[in-house]
């Protein structure tokens, strides 16, 4: 089972770069979007029948903002829209299929552009992590794909030396992912395989590479991190700035 997730930074956007003719080609198994900013019913047919795939989406209250998606290709048993925060669903943030042996979500974060954004940031943050905790006293495994607007480490940023007080590396959003890959339980997929430094899924057109971070990721429950045999970021073609992140599970859906 292949597990890809990308912030498409807009879907429009991403289909005038070539995102649908990727997804046709792509050998995956679910593809986890974020950011759509649409709503999927505005969207023209060929978003929502991508040969191979099908499609799922939860957008956002407010026009041309966040959102979520899922493409899959087995359909799934069910499609749970919202992490069962009426607050913060608002953003059409989480979607999750159902398969026969593991649930995959789609997980939009948002992201703290500027200082003062940061506290709304770490109280949505705080829900979805509420929502973890339940998820972890359920008999069944998760894979939540997604966008968390946080480098973890300073292996996942460049230059980190200079953006130690800058909203994505916080000290409290990097506390945040220690709980969650600490106390919590969960896996990050990617380096369960992947050891690397400088592996960053996120840098802006107009900048390099080097000056990157790695802010999207695959959170799994523990009993999946034996199953994961491969990761990789992949870089080209550019359909956003945010590079897709594909994990392969030794796993049937």
Not at 47 to 56: C, D, H, K, R, W
Not at 89 to 99: C, H, K, S, V, Y
Not at 230 to 249: A, G, Q, W
Request: net charge negative.
């Amino acid at each position: 089972m292949k597990v890809v997730t990308l912030n498409v930074n807009g879907i429009v956007n991403a289909a005038e770069r070539g995102l649908l003719e990727w997804l046709e080609q792509l050998d995956a198994d679910v593809v986890c979007l974020q950011d759509t900013k649409v709503k999927h019913y505005t969207l023209p047919d060929k978003f929502l029948e991508v040969p191979g795939y099908n499609a799922y989406f939860f957008d956002a209250e407010q026009d041309d903002h966040a959102g979520t998606a899922i493409y899959c290709r087995a359909m799934p048993k069910a499609i749970i829209y919202g992490f069962g925060n009426p607050q913060y669903d608002l953003e059409g943030g989480f979607i999750q299929a159902d398969f026969d042996n593991v649930s995959v979500a789609s997980v939009w974060i948002p992201k703290a552009q500027w200082i003062e954004d940061v506290d709304y940031k770490l109280e949505y943050l705080e829900a979805f992590q509420q929502h973890l905790k339940r998820t972890r006293r359920k008999r069944r495994d998760f894979i939540f794909a997604g966008s968390y607007q946080v480098a973890h480490r300073s292996v996942d940023l460049g230059n980190w030396e200079e953006h130690q007080r800058e909203p994505g590396f916080l000290p409290e959003e990097r506390a945040w992912m220690d709980q969650v890959l600490g106390p919590i339980g969960f896996v990050d997929a990617f380096r369960q395989v992947n050891r690397q430094d400088r592996q960053h899924t996120f840098w802006p057109f107009d900048e390099a590479q080097a000056n990157g971070s790695r802010i999207d990721y695959q959170l799994i429950t523990p009993n999946l991190g034996d199953f994961v045999v491969d990761s990789k970021i992949i870089r080209e073609p550019r359909l956003s700035p945010h590079c897709p992140v594909m994990v392969e599970y030794d796993l049937d859906l």
